[in-house]
């Protein structure tokens, strides 16, 4: 079954729940907030958005740690709540993707507590063996032996099998033994409820993880192409986005598009960062610690994400299946410092015109910075250099003390704003034509209704090294620099040098060539 046709020129928008926005004044975001600024996010011309989770949970991974699939977290609203914020959605032309944790639950799971006193429950992936096999975390309970966690130790890994079972260590069961079947029954059940609520589909967690020790993650595969195939009969435009990281296996198993894109910057700074500058990061260490995303001169290498886009797509046969986000709650955001506001507009130029699916890191498009140096909020702590929380801050709606945010006072917001007296707002973005805020919601306009710049859309690169140069269907060329040096690039085809410029700051393209200056881009028409 081929990925549905709005998927073209979808623009997705990623909302971190906890910080969008809060109407209720307890200093966290939840759906009535989110419900408020459905005008904002339809205004910038996004029509989907995937919430992170809001289901029930103890919270100790900002909801990553599930406790009940089936009611959402009461911090957020009620379930109806939930309802009627994707109710106003489809009004305003918005589809509500949730976050599907698949591969594993909180501890505090009714689940694990009954798997954790019960020698005979399969649910989970349990060593009944002393010593432990490494990797395992010893029983909470009665039962003796312990578990597998799937990210952090309170988060114990359903049992999806083993691909290569062993009767010698009968934790590593088979994928057609009665734990993993059973999940796969509740995996359905998940899905077919919220489906049901009207939501268009999942961003699945970790769905390259389920079944263990997978060579090519073949089983794994089988196993969520046995779920499309569910899919397929009871919600067929049900949506899946796999946060899986190898859309040559994830597609074919029946997504509809993978988080690629997102891999290869992590703790160096985020996903586009492998694409603008793969240096060390050594350029900004004089002035933060933080990881950063853009390098002063433009370091990255094009040609090496030109190179792996490349491959991707041939191992699926068609471009549009892979998810290019601007940051995320695990990345650093695009901005880091005040100096990299000038390189913003270029970055969403290449984000909003290459075949990928876009998807905004809610604030990013104002230019919110990671925030360095911020407590460990939920499970936000990973290194000691670099701290999720950073890309999880409260939304900057207007100028005021609370940004808007809350009518809380901040002191009680759950995660503090960024403190920078000069931190962008949509407000004042929004005031300014010339803004960050403006040239998102244009270019987002341009892809959306330019089918050339669509997903589907294949791509012709003319130059791979500063300025990127390629071209869109029949008729349009895009430039783009991310260094902060003039750069110049043959034409692509003399018949460019009439092209008239779509949007664009700082090129110039003549009989000569093009010529780009400092973070300069454009989208031409020919
Ligand atoms: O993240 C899984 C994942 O791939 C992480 O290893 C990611 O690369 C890392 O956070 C880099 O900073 C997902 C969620 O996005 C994350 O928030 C959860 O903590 C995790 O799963 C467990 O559910
Ligand atoms: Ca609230």
Redesign the pocket.
């Known amino acids: 079954r081929p990925a549905p046709s709005w998927l073209a020129d979808a623009v997705l928008y990623q909302i971190y729940p906890q910080s969008f926005a809060d109407a209720n004044g307890d200093g966290i975001g939840d759906f009535a907030g989110i419900a408020a600024h459905l005008d904002h996010l339809a205004w910038l011309g996004v029509d989907t958005v995937w919430i992170?989770?809001c289901f029930a949970s103890p919270m100790r991974?900002?909801g990553?740690?599930v406790s009940d699939y089936l009611t959402v977290a009461p911090r957020y609203g009620t379930d109806d709540d939930l309802a009627d914020l994707v109710e106003r959605a489809r009004r305003h032309g918005i589809r509500v993707l949730l976050?599907l944790?698949a591969?594993?639950t909180a501890v505090e799971h009714p689940w694990f507590r009954a798997a954790a006193d019960d020698p005979s429950d399969h649910r989970y992936v349990w060593a009944d063996a002393d010593p432990l096999p490494s990797g395992f975390v010893a029983s909470p309970g009665t039962r003796p032996g312990g578990y597998l966690p799937?990210?952090?130790d309170f988060?114990p890994a359903l049992n999806f099998g083993y691909a290569r079972p062993d009767p010698a260590e009968p934790w590593r069961q088979p994928v057609d033994a009665e734990g993993p079947r059973a999940n796969r029954r509740a995996l359905r059940a998940i899905m077919d409820h919220w489906l049901t609520r009207g939501i268009s589909g999942f961003r699945v967690?970790?769905a390259s993880?389920l079944v263990k020790d997978d060579p090519g993650k073949k089983e794994t595969a089988r196993l969520w192409t046995e779920l499309r195939g569910w899919l397929d009969e009871a919600h067929p435009d049900a949506v899946l986005l796999s946060?899986w990281?190898d859309p040559a296996v994830s597609v074919p198993a029946g997504f509809h598009g993978d988080f690629f894109l997102?891999?290869g910057g992590?703790?160096d700074g985020g996903p586009l960062r492998s694409l603008w500058n793969t240096g060390t990061g050594t350029d900004r260490d004089e002035w933060d610690p933080v990881p950063c995303y853009f390098g002063a001169a433009g370091k990255g290498s094009f040609a090496g994400f030109a190179a792996a886009y490349a491959e991707a797509t041939e191992a699926i046969g068609e471009p549009g299946h892979i998810a290019l986000p601007t940051s995320?709650?695990?990345?650093s955001r695009l901005a880091c410092a005040p100096r990299d506001a000038a390189q913003l507009p270029a970055a969403y130029a290449f984000q909003l015109t290459w075949p990928t699916l876009p998807a905004i890191h809610y604030g990013d498009e104002i230019g919110m910075r990671y925030v360095p140096g911020l407590p460990d909020v939920e499970?936000s702590v990973?290194t000691p250099r670099?701290n999720?929380a950073g890309s999880r801050t409260p939304m900057q709606w207007d100028d005021g003390p609370g940004a808007g945010f809350s009518t809380a006072p901040p002191e009680r917001f759950y995660l503090p704003l960024d403190p920078d007296p000069a931190r962008p707002s949509v407000a004042a973005q929004r005031r300014d034509p010339g803004s960050l805020l403006h040239t998102v919601r244009e270019l987002i306009r341009l892809r959306r209704t330019t089918p050339d710049l669509g997903s589907g859309s294949p791509v012709r690169v003319h130059n791979d090294g500063y300025p990127l140069v390629y071209s869109r269907g029949e008729h349009h060329l895009v430039v783009v620099n991310p260094s902060d040096r003039t750069a110049t690039a043959p034409l692509p085809d003399p018949a460019h040098a009439r092209a008239t410029r779509l949007i664009g700051e700082g090129v110039t393209v003549g009989p000569d060539g093009i010529s780009a200056g400092p973070f300069g881009y454009a989208v031409l028409r020919h």
Not at 328 to 331: A, E, L, M, Q, W
């Open positions: 992170n989770p991974d900002a990553y740690d976050d944790v591969g594993h799937n990210y952090f988060q967690d970790m993880s946060e990281g997102q891999f992590a703790t995320n709650h695990d990345f499970g990973l670099y999720r």
